[in-house]
């Protein structure tokens, strides 16, 4: 999502700084995600921060991957809220990550940040799901405890966010589709929630430029839907006419297979953005068979480009 982020508000003119553990280019700047240092030199004068750092989520959850999904999230939102906090000049707006996860798995009705049903206790789901929803809490908690009496503060509920970026999701579900394995997972009831790139930026403006925002705030597309429905939308973008079902006990031998966890693909995740659709946010793709199409035709292409407006950022 950085390389999104970078690749779009680059484009728009706008100076972009990276913190990140392994600079490279002349526009990154070190930092271990959990101390303080020079880089804070670059959140100092900034107009704004986003902070995306955290351990990648597809893995498997052994209690080492949890402990580290857990601490690169929780400590580095931490330093980034001192960093602010000690600022002479501090960022008007600081967008924090977050994740749709925090909601419960539900079927039953969608989940806006009004009325949504924080997950962690649910029954009938594996105990250790509540782990995702814990890491959620404490990482947005660690946003709201902090000391930034100047800068507004966002927290960025989003969902899977698609893009035809290699090694992405949009690009690994297409993986299996092109199999023939985009079929119905354990019975495909479970709901996908998702969000096209060029939107995800266009709401990262949006959120950048409303003054009037600030809190959690869902950063998902209105039309969620039942995994089956997703995916046969899918094979349809890519022209893949079948997708072999696979059973929840299929699903654990790929995802141990891909080094992920089912998780990821059994939970019901019904999120919809009640709070920007509020402000007058207007999606351009509001339906998962239009982005699919799009995004295939930018991954044949070869093309990754989105567009957008906004100031500089980190993270
Ligand atoms: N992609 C999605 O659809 C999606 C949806 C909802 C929420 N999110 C959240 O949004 C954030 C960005 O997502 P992404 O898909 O772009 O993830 P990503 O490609 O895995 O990037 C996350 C970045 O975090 C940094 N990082 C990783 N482990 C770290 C650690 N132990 N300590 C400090 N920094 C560490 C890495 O930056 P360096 O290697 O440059 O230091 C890495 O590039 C993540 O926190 C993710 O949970 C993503």
Request: charged share 25%.
């Amino acid at each position: 999502m950085g390389t999104v982020l970078n690749r779009a508000l680059t484009a728009a003119g706008h100076e972009v700084v990276v913190l990140t553990r392994r600079p490279v280019g002349p526009d990154e700047v070190h930092w271990d995600g959990r101390s303080p240092g020079p880089w804070t030199g670059a959140i100092d004068g900034s107009d704004v921060v986003i902070n995306l750092a955290g351990r990648s989520v597809s893995c498997r959850y052994t209690p080492a991957n949890l402990r580290v999904m857990m601490d690169s999230r929780v400590l580095s939102t931490r330093v980034v809220g001192e960093a602010i906090g000690a600022a002479a000049r501090p960022p008007r707006v600081w967008l924090q990550m977050s994740t749709a996860t925090v909601y419960a798995h539900r079927f039953d009705a969608p989940n806006d940040e009004a009325a949504g049903v924080i997950g962690g206790t649910e029954p009938a789901v594996p105990g250790y799901w509540s782990y995702s929803v814990d890491i959620a809490k404490a990482w947005e908690r660690e946003q709201e405890r902090a000391a930034a009496p100047h800068t507004r503060k966002v927290a960025l509920r989003s969902a899977m966010v698609m893009s035809p970026d290699r090694g992405g999701v949009f690009d690994v579900l297409s993986w299996l589709a092109r199999l023939g394995l985009g079929g119905p997972v354990a019975g495909g009831a479970q709901y996908v929630s998702w969000i096209h790139d060029h939107d995800f930026v266009r709401a990262v403006e949006f959120l950048v430029d409303r003054d009037d925002l600030a809190g959690p705030v869902n950063l998902a597309a209105p039309e969620p839907l039942p995994q089956r429905a997703f995916m046969r939308a899918l094979r349809t973008a890519w022209r893949v006419p079948v997708g072999l079902p696979a059973t929840r006990w299929m699903a654990e031998v790929g995802a141990l297979a891909l080094r992920s966890d089912t998780e990821l693909l059994l939970k019901s995740r019904r999120v919809v953005p009640g709070r920007l659709l509020e402000a007058g946010f207007a999606f351009t793709y509001p339906r998962w068979p239009e982005a699919a199409r799009d995004l295939a035709r930018r991954r044949r292409g070869g093309r990754r480009g989105t567009s957008g407006p906004v100031r500089a950022s980190t993270g």
